[in-house]
């Protein structure tokens, strides 16, 4: 690969998911992503060897980036768990990662910011996507997990303790008014990728390995697998519309491997999304698919510190025009 003659300005994004490590070095202000490092995760082996590996990537991007003649602004991690406002990690459903200095350990290879990856994902669409023009939007990432954020003026809400994006994780209690019966139902266990394989597994006539195996079969006229579909996109709608009830956002931006996935998932979802919506002027509200695709997270993880940088312009501000002024990436406050 020809070395780039003309230094620029790049970072480097970390997505790392409970099943693979994605890495890429993306060119400021642009958002292009110039090379892209994969590795499987197994989280099995414990969050020191993920961790090693992590570093590995960076490493190795950095001398890419190094090579190019680019200057490195920082680095930016995304992780599958709840993350406060200092960039500690604050959960272990995916990632033996809760406790450990995970932002102290990449900031000895360069300026580093740990953030969530909904909240990535959110500022990726928010900088670079189908959130540009909207002010106020609700972002909704449909994969492995079900994760939710709220975004005003280019900036995901992250809450007091960084914990505001667990929209689809707690049980809504319920009781059969016709039994008695107690639910505890819990949407991710109903609508995620692992969710629709187990539900299919259970009632089909195939063994499934990924939720795109089901949505697919249901594509194809299995029945078991159009129900099962079906009913988790309604059941994704319903959740959605809560939160277009509560926030009153401009749009909806759905992302995630089973978000775009499209088809019937989709529409079950759109239409589950406006049937419960309340306001009239609410209830035709753009529901929009994310456009940065698979590369939503290590773009949104490199754009955490584009974000820092003095003057930047995220959201609607910078549908036309992107900051390059500063130089150098803002710690996390």
């Known amino acids: 690969m020809a070395e780039n003659p003309d230094p620029t300005e790049c ?39 993920v961790l090693k590996d992590s570093l590995a990537l960076v ?6 980036a190094e090579r190019r003649n680019q200057e490195l602004l920082g680095i930016g991690v995304g ?26 350990e990449f900031s000895r290879l360069a300026p580093a910011i740990v953030e969530s990856d909904v909240r990535a994902g959110a500022l990726a669409e928010a900088m670079y996507g189908a959130g540009r023009e909207y002010r106020l939007f609700v972002y909704v990432t449909v994969g492995t997990g079900i994760s939710s954020t709220l ?28 039994c008695g019966t107690v ?59 809560f939160l277009v009830n509560v926030m009153d956002p401009e749009a909806v931006v759905v992302g995630g491997g089973l978000g775009t996935a499209g088809g019937l ?10 049937a419960h919506i309340w306001a009239e002027n609410s209830r035709g509200l753009p529901i929009v698919a994310a456009a940065m695709g698979v590369e939503s997270g290590l773009v949104g993880a490199a754009a955490t510190v584009f974000r820092n940088l003095p003057g930047t312009m995220v959201g609607s501000e910078a549908a036309d025009a992107v900051s390059q002024v500063g130089r150098k990436p803002r710690q996390p406050l």
């Open 11 to 49: 970072a480097i994004g970390l997505d790392v998911g409970g099943t693979k490590i994605a890495a890429g070095l993306v060119a400021h202000p642009s958002g292009a992503v110039m090379a892209k490092r994969t590795l499987p995760t197994l989280p099995q082996r414990g969050g020191e060897a």
């Open 59 to 64: 490493e190795d991007l950095m001398g890419e």
């Open 79 to 104: 992780v599958p768990e709840l993350v406060d406002p200092e960039g500690n990690i604050t959960s272990s459903h995916s990632l033996a990662w809760q406790g450990r200095s995970v932002q102290r």
């Open 151 to 178: 975004v005003q003026d280019g900036l995901p809400f992250a809450g007091a303790r960084g914990n505001a994006l667990i929209m689809a994780s707690s049980p809504f209690t319920t009781e059969c008014s016709s």
């Open 183 to 241: 639910l505890n139902p819990v949407l991710e266990a109903f609508a995620s990728g692992p969710a629709l394989v187990a539900r299919y597994n259970r009632h089909g006539s195939r063994a499934a390995e990924r939720g795109e195996d089901v949505t697919a079969a249901a594509e194809e006229g299995d029945d078991a697998a159009f129900k099962i579909v079906k009913s988790a996109g309604e059941a994704l709608g319903n959740s959605v519309a």
């Open 265 to 274: 998932f989709w529409d079950s979802i759109v239409a589950g999304t406006r």
